[in-house]
């Protein structure tokens, strides 16, 4: 079952809360992460009657789980997400962390329910868009299904390039520029950021033991290269960084 509560017109709440439900997309910061650029007001207020918030969840708190039947695509909004696997022995399979204005769920229209789990990793929340309504929607709205399809690509391709054959350090370099340009396109600073991930996670997603995450994030420091206060990270020379990880290309993390 899924952990995720939502807020819709019809819950005990008040005539303002039912209006910033109906406002999620228009009044939205981050819509054009998640929606294609330029929609007129006549197509956000279509995303807006269809789009419901959930309620906030907590760290651990699960969105989705391996099995769960498909009926949504949600829309982070607030905080961070994980989305992983756990294979017949046991062991945890790192996809990808989701940020606000990223999409989750895709990967579960073919089969009709999801294929993997997602978890808060820090206290978040989504937006919740009924995919019945909203492949209605993408008939009707220029763009829409378009969005839909860069966006599952960019997973294929973000796959294709964790695959590749790259040293420790320019995985690591990809890792944190490809964090830095996405915290940037959303108005935050694109060198002082919190990894709510931790370094086992990050070493799982990226396919290395932790040892050598801890060992690489250590040469980082001592190379002028970052700083790290806890999971506080200050990138200290980001056009070093990128050199290093031009290799990898555009990475999403």
Do not use: W
């Amino acid at each position: 079952m899924l952990a995720v509560k939502i807020k819709t017109a019809s819950s005990p709440a008040s005539t303002d809360l039912r209006a910033d439900v109906h406002k999620a997309c228009s009044a939205c910061s981050l819509s054009e992460l998640c929606l294609p650029m330029g929609l007129n007001h006549q197509d956000l207020e279509r995303m807006d009657s269809i789009v419901a918030r959930s309620e906030p969840m907590h760290e651990g708190d699960h969105l989705f789980r391996v099995g769960d039947g498909f009926k949504s695509i949600y829309a982070v909004r607030v905080g961070s997400y994980k989305s992983y696997t756990v294979d017949s022995e046991g062991r945890e399979h790192v996809l990808g962390f989701h940020l606000p204005g990223e999409l989750l769920g895709l990967d579960a229209i073919y089969p009709g329910q999801h294929r993997c789990n997602a978890i808060a990793l820090d206290t978040a929340a989504v937006c919740v868009l009924p995919y019945e309504d909203l492949d209605r929607l993408a008939g009707q709205i220029d763009g829409l299904r378009g969005q839909l399809l860069r966006l599952m690509s960019k997973d294929i391709a973000d796959a294709a390039t964790l695959a590749g054959d790259f040293t420790a350090e320019e995985r690591i370099a990809g890792f944190l520029t490809g964090l830095s340009k996405r915290f940037h396109m959303r108005g935050f600073s694109p060198t002082e950021f919190s990894l709510t991930m931790s370094r086992r996670d990050i070493a799982n997603y990226l396919r290395m033991a932790p040892e050598t995450v801890s060992r690489v994030f250590a040469r980082f420091e001592e190379d002028k290269l970052i700083a790290v206060e806890r999971r506080e990270l200050h990138l200290l020379s980001l056009p070093k960084l990128l050199d290093m990880a031009h290799c990898m290309g555009e990475m999403h993390a």
